[in-house]
Structures are given as C-alpha cells and as structure tokens.
C-alpha cells in the first residue's frame, strides 16, 4: 500500500470520486453501519464536480490508480449550485466567528471527505487534510464545513485534526449540523 495524496487533475479521478460517494451516501447503508461508519449526505454531479474542481482542486488520496479518499473544495461561488446546501452558505453569511462575520472573510468550504472503507483507521483522514490545509490554507482565514450531529465518527475525526465547533443548527426533517472551522 502506497498512498499518495495530490490534487484531482484528471475526469477519471472525479469519476472515482462520484463511485466512493455513492457507496457512501446517507441511507445507502443500515443506521447502524452509518453510526459506526459515517456518511455523506451531498451527491454530486460530474459537470458540477468538474467546475468546483476548476476553481479549487478536490484532494484525493490514491493507492496506485485507485481513489481511496477525497475531500471536496467548494468556493462562495457555489452557494446556489447545490440546493441542500444554500442554507448553510446563508447561515456563514451572517455568522460571527472571532468577532467578524463570517461572509466577510475569505473562507473555503470542504465540501465533503470520505475514505473507502477498507482503507479507514490508516491515517487517510489526516493525510487528505494535512494536503487540504498545505494548499488552501494559504489562501483562505479559514476552512470551514459542517457535519451532521448524529455522524459521530467524521466530527471526532475533524475535533482530531483541529476543526473548532462554532454554531449548530437544525435543519427542520433533515438533521442537526455542527458548523466546523479551522
């Protein structure tokens, strides 16, 4: 096992990355698989996938030619692009963080992480964003994302990598999100 970690540069990496989602997906597997194992909950398209791609490169973790892990970059340019989460891009506009509100500042969303199952618990995670935080952080105050309050294992696994909780919400018949900054 070789990992190397990079920018996606390539449409057969996003499409790896769309077939890792969808195995993913919330409500694709048990309740007790999700609590154990986490989930996503945005499924994205190629087309969009490839101009969020553009504009900030996904981070990918491969093991040879195989996708085993990414983390979706997503800039302000893409709040109305994707339904589910224009509330949240609303909510970071007026949310006050460090005594400034958020819509000001230059932030970067991470749209989403996942790791294939059979790679988790090897230090994918950390390695996505230890490249994620070398490329972006440079550029952006922060990094922000959220993630839902019952997905147990990715917000234990974002307290570890230094994700700080700012603001919850719920989300009438959806979830409760915990907005993470770094």
């Not at 070398?134 to 922060?142: H, I, R």
């Not at 994302?145 to 719920?170: C, I, M, P, W």
């Amino acid at each position: 096992m070789q990992i190397q970690y990079s920018a996606a540069k390539t449409t057969d990496e996003l499409q790896q990355i769309l077939l890792l989602q969808k195995e993913n997906l919330r409500h694709k597997n048990d309740a007790e698989e999700e609590r154990e194992q986490g989930f996503v909950t945005v499924q994205h398209d190629i087309e969009l996938l490839t101009k969020m791609n553009q504009i900030a490169p996904h981070i990918i973790a491969t093991d040879g030619d195989n996708v085993i892990g990414y983390a979706l970059a997503m800039t302000k340019h893409f709040r109305d692009e994707i339904p589910v989460l224009h509330s949240m891009f609303v909510l970071l506009d007026d949310l006050m963080v460090e005594d400034k509100k958020l819509g000001t500042e230059k932030f970067l969303v991470m749209g989403q992480i996942c790791i294939d199952k059979n790679y988790r618990g090897k230090g994918i995670f950390q390695g996505l964003y230890a490249h994620y935080f070398q490329l972006y952080k440079p550029n952006y105050t922060y990094i922000i994302t959220e993630v839902a309050e019952r997905n147990v294992r990715s917000l234990q696994a974002h307290f570890k990598v230094g994700f700080k909780d700012v603001h919850r919400y719920d989300e009438p018949g959806f979830e409760t999100w915990v907005v993470l900054m770094y």
